[in-house]
Structure formats: C-alpha cells, structure tokens
C-alpha cells in the first residue's frame, strides 16, 4: 500500500503529489467502459517549465514559476499578509465569523470526505479529500500566525511554508467546486467549502493571482463589456433580435422582447451565456411571461443583460462591484423586483450573499424565475400538455439554489404536472451532487482542465443520470433537466465527453424549454432529440 | 485539602474564562454575509423535512416569516444528545464517538446534580429525605454510566484514531493527547467509583467542600486514594482544558449553526441588520491586489461602488 500524502507534504519539493493512473476512477458501467482506463493527456512539456504544476495533473490557474529566490520570498510574504487579512473585521468582515468558527473547530473526523464527489471519483486521491486543503491552512495560520505558533507546531500539526506549498494550494483551491456537501454533512457545522473560498480570495484579492476565466475574462470583463461573453448592449439586443425571430417560428406569432422598460414589474436577468448558447431558454422565457401578460423587461445597460456573478467564487470585492450595479439598474428602471433567469451562482449572488451588501434603496426585492414560473403554472392562465412532453426526465438541482437557497420544490411541482416522464436522481434535493462545474469550474477550459472536470468533478453526475434512465432502452431519447447554465454547460461537456448522445441518447436543456414545449398552440415544439422533433 | 479546593478553583476560573472570552469574541464579530445550508431547521416542518426556504414563496418578501422554535428544537435534540448527524453519516465512527461524548455528557450531568444535592444539603434538606435521595440515585445511575461509557469511548476513540489510516494521517500530537488525558480522567472516575467511592457520596462532600471553601467539611479526603485525588486533580484540569481546543465544539456549535448554517434572516429595510451592514461597509481594507484599489482610507462601500482603471 502506497503511504499516504500528509498535509505537511505541500510545502516538500516533488514531480506531483498526486497522479491518476488508469483504473484509478470511480467506474463507469456499460456502454462506457471504455473510458474506464481514460486519464488525463499529460501537460506540454514547455507548460510544465514555465508553470507551477508539481500539484497534479492538471492546471487551472498556470501560476508562472518566479524567477528568481527573492521573487519566492516576496509571494511568501504576500500570502502570509493575505492570510492574516483574511482574520481581519476590516478587511473580511463578509466571512470573518463563519471562517473562525471553520478553522478552530474541525475534529478531523473524516466524514466530510464520504460526501465529496471529486474525493470519490478520483478514486479516493488524498489531495482531494475536503480536509486536507482546510488542515494544510489551519496549520500554516496556527504556526505563522498565532502567538508562540512555531513553538507548538509539532503539537498541532508542523508544516512549512514555502512558494512550494502557496502554490500548490492556490491550484489546489481550485479543485474543489464549493458545492459545499462536505459542509452539509459535518456534525459540528464546519464548512471546508468556506475555507476553500476564502483561500481564493486570499489568492485574488491580495495576490492577484485567479483562473483568467473568473478575473480577467470573468468580473473584469463583466463590469468594463456588459457581459462575461464580451457582449456589448450592442451585441445584446442582437442576439436578443434573433432570438424574437427564432421563437416567432416556433409559436407561429411575433414575440416581443422589452428593453428599459421604467416601472415594468419584472427586470429579468439571465446569464447572458444563455443568449449565445441557449438562445431557446431565452426565447422560451419570453414566450411564457407575454403569454400569461406579465409586465417585464430586460435591461441593455452594461452588467444589466448579464445575471452572473463570479465574485462569488473567488473575490468579495468583486462579487460585490457586480452586484450594486445590478441592483442600481433595477434601482433606476424603478421595477418591483428582479427575476434571476436559470442561473444557479446567480441567485446565490444577487438573493442571498449580496443581501447584506444591498442597503437603503439597492435593497430590490429579488426572487428566482423557478418560482415565477410556477405562479404562471398555477395561475392557470396558460394551459400545457403534458403528453407533448412525454420522454424520460430527470431533474438536476443546482447546488447554489438548491442546497444553499433552499428553492427544492418548485421545479419539481412543475415538472410533475408538465412531464410524465419525469423521475429524481439519486440521491436528490438538498443531498444533489454538483455538476462537476460549479465555482467557475464549467467556464474554466485553460490547459487540460476540461479533462479534468469531465473525468473526475463531473463523473459523480454522470452516473447519477445514468442511473436515473437505467431502465430505459438506449434509443429512447431522455432528457436531463438542469436549470442552471452553468451546470447545463458542464452536462453538455460530459454528454459530448462520453459520446452520450449517441450510445444513451441523452440530452439536455433548461426546465423553461419544457414548459414552452408542452404549451397549448405551439406550432413546433422547443425541444429537438438532434434533428428530431419531441412531438410532431 | 485546602490545595485540592483551589486547584479546582481555579481551573474552573480558567474554564469560564475561556467560555466567556470565545462567546464574546463571537458575539463581537461583524455581521457576516449569509452563507446558509439547507435544511434550515427553524423553517417549518413542512420546508424544513426536504430543505426548503421561504424564498420558494412567490413575492416572498411580502409575506410574513414564519419560524419554527419547536422544529429546531426537536432537531437539535437528538443532534445533540444522540449525535444523530454522525449515526447518519459516519455510523463506525458513532459507534466509539457517541459512548464517548455520552460519558462527558453525564460527566457534565453528575456535577450539575452533585451541584444541586450539596446546595439543599447546605439549605438544611434531610440527607435521607425523599429528594436527596431521588437525586442521590440519578447521581449514582448517571455517574456509573457516564465514568464506563466515557472509558470505553476514549479507548475507542484512541483506538480508532491509530488503527484508521485516514484518521491517522491527519492527526496530530495534541489530538492524541487530548484522547488519553480524557481516558485517564474516566479510568481514574471509574477506579475511584470502583474501590472508594461507589454512591458518590465522597464527591458530594467534595462539591459541598468546594460550595463552602472547606468550611462545611466533612470534607472528602482524596489522600485516602489515588484514583480519587488524581479523578479530582484530571476533572479540574479536563474542565478548564476542553473550552482552550477544538473540543470547545461542545458549546460553541450553537455559533456554527445558528450563526451561520442556519442564519438566513434577510435584510429588511430599517433594521438593526441593515444597520450593522452599514456600519460594515464603512471598514477600509488594505488588500493590496491590483484590482482592488483599496488604500486603507477608501471604505468598503467606496471600492464597491467604484469601477477600477482596469475595468473601464
């Protein structure tokens, strides 16, 4: 038996402290074993010169290699005035209180690690295990930053700190997707998906140093563009044009999308992804809300058009730049609330973290579109039938709504009166399985990283949806419900990563797309199996 | 005897100490942002038996918040005094965890009762009265399965910690320690209870001792044995060590679940929490990150409310 990696091993020079070797994942049944003996390619040759990569098999952030010892020295120092920081009212008074409580209470148990599933598909690698990451930055607070810490560390748990060890866990930071089951699980209430967040920050908002996805192509961009996809209100309202077309041809009548429209009831937002990749969930969304005559509007100010957030996952500072500008744009359009369209870490963000940043007349009322959907369901303005959505569905829960927001039911109360077909994962609600895409993780696609998140992080889902259509025919088509663009992009990439369409027949889209699908008068239906209609 | 008297003083001086200074510094943090988990048990039972919030409520801010004390309540119950979290998830290790926290648990009960019976002593009660002994006998029940179950559970527990090679790997000097100094403590209490003092009548005299400073002696000679003086000396030091460690979990779980997993009280307008955000964001904070632009003297809501160079 190979001796375990111990959290003091961070900081001690080595090729890699972990490496996937095939056979070590979690097994995929028939008809996919043959991605059982799948591992990641190795890294380029001259990315492994120039990056820091002695962590595992892969990259998400591709920290340079500091030139010289003084270079090593100076990020050393960086990251110790960060972490002490991070223990600071003034400067983490977001996080102080859960992270104390977090870092001083852990029994080091273990019964987090039952509950993670990139721990569990990695085929049990150490470095995942949710306490390890958490018990190499208790010890390094413990011994560098308490009183008489070096003195006791052999006592609490010795460590070193070197760039070696900052740089391991900055990558390492980023291997866990904050779903924060380890966190639901604990019996005293410790939270290493916490401590995993609060290393980001540590990393973004005194170092500089996050995935260039999340910072410079994320909140950066976000807030200088309009949108985390480039888009400008320009681009927008395009998009958004073609969208009207589109949906004209489905329901056979001209479909209005409202822009800026001062007092209307509902601003609603969606992941601007959703306008390029999923422009039905949009259009779908338009339909329902003209049918059952609500007052609504979408916004073409910068950051208006673009529900996402990704301050959430990495930086305070950020997630809260994002957040007042979506507030002060509902805020000037003078509208009665805002509706979050299918964007999991965009309810987190804007309902429930920036709560308690949105203060006097930024305090919109904010409420997630899965619950304005059912009120239209239930108000029976809108008849829909059922049979037009008759195929096997299964539902996937978001963690951010699900788990830390507590939205379980409505989408199932729509899904049971629109979707015979329609079955739960095991298990579900509260106790889901991320995606495999969560904290940035879907949009992160640098190095070999999208290997890495389809063969390890999103495996647990994979198989979740295969057991949910175990008892159908492979040439049936089934259809995976995420509401969620996030997670319906990582269950894109894991349906296209094992050939899924074609050897299960599996597909995939929004929960609107289903309701649009089975609505009375439609004149095609919104969901295709590849090149064939749902209903005819 | 005197010595013994103020050893256990002063450990319990040490003791409160601790436990006052980690409640306060908890109640004197800043609000925090929220970072709730669901189920939050004080929705009610309905939400609260799949994990459900009053943000599934259309307009739910309209609506007036209903909170369910008797809910949280009969989940906290078995939580606590069965450890049902860890029965769920973790049954192996419930199975050396829960006799060991339950030994604490009736260690915690047998002084509170040792406690009450040498106040009513000292109030004049009849020691062979009826509630004296009623008392007497719950001393005696709780004391005997709270000195073997502990015992058991930290033998267990050590046990565990050195055989299970993820257990082990994380461990560190103090945690085993921690395991053997309780199982001295419990083998000692057990030994005692076993050779000396099998009714706790001793322990009763030393309390009442304690009470009293020594005045209302017969006070318990712990010299007549070692096990006795050593289970006073180690129940002293147990008491004033658990709340300076992790192990201060025990009562600092109120904070990890009320304070945090289960805090989802939104923000109303005009509140004492709106109040307590706005004073927040009046920190200045010094992350030195580009990005950020903070200079110690521009506030939290100046950065917020700001677009850095990079992002215009």
Redesign the interface.
Known sequence: MKDLIKPADISKPSAGLCRIEPGDLATLPPPYEDFNATVLKPLPADKVKALETSLDDTLAIGIPKPATPEEEEELVRRFLSGLTKLFEKKNNWTFLQPLLLSMEHCARCQTCSEACPVFEMSGRKEIYRPIFRSEVLRRIYKKYLTPGGKMTAKWTGDIDLNWTAIARLAELAYRCSLCRRCASVCPIGVDNGLITHELRKLFSQEMGIAPKELHEKGTVLHLRAGSSTGMNPLAAKDSVEFIQEEMEEITGYKVDIPWDVEGADILLIHNAGEMLAWPENVGAFAILFQAAGLSWTLSSETTGYDAVNYGLWYDDVQLARVALRHADIARRLKVKKIVIGECGHAHKALIETSDRLLTGDLNIPRESALVTLEAIVRSGKLKFDPQKNDFPVTLHDPCNYVRLMGIVEPQRRILRQIAPGFREMTPHGVDNYCCGGGSGFAIMSGYNFTDWRNLVSSRKKFLQILQAFESEPPQTPKYVCAPCSNCKGAIRDILGYYDAEKRSRLYYGGLVELLVNALDGMKKPIILFGDEPSWK | MMGYYIFTYLCLAVFAASVLWRIY??LT????????????QH?PAA?AA????????????KEKRRRSTVNEILYMAP?IGL?R??W???RN?WLF?FPFHLGLYLMLVVFALLLLSAVLLLLGLAEDGAVLSIIKGFTIAAGWIGVIAGAAGSLGMLYRRLAD???R???????Y?NLVFLLLFFVCALLTALAADPFFVAARLYILGLLTAGAATPAYAPGQSVPGALTIVLGSLVAAYIPLT????MF??F???H???WD?S??T?GSP??SA??Q??Q??????????EADGKKT?QD?????PK???
Do not use: C
């Open positions: 510094r908890q943090l800043p609000v925090h942002v929220r970072w709730e988990i669901y189920p939050v929705e939400k799949y994990g459900g919030s009053y943000m599934e409520g259309l307009n739910w801010w939580e450890m979290g860890l769920k998830e973790n290790l965890s090679r993820d257990l790997a994380y461990a560190t000097a103090a945690d320690f992790h192990m201060s979990h600092m779980k904070f990890l679940y304070k945090v997993k989802d939104p923000l307008p929490l709106e955000v706005k927040n964001l920190y200045r904070p010094t992350w030195t990150a580009a990005h950020i939290w950065i917020a409310s700001s677009v990079e992002m215009k």
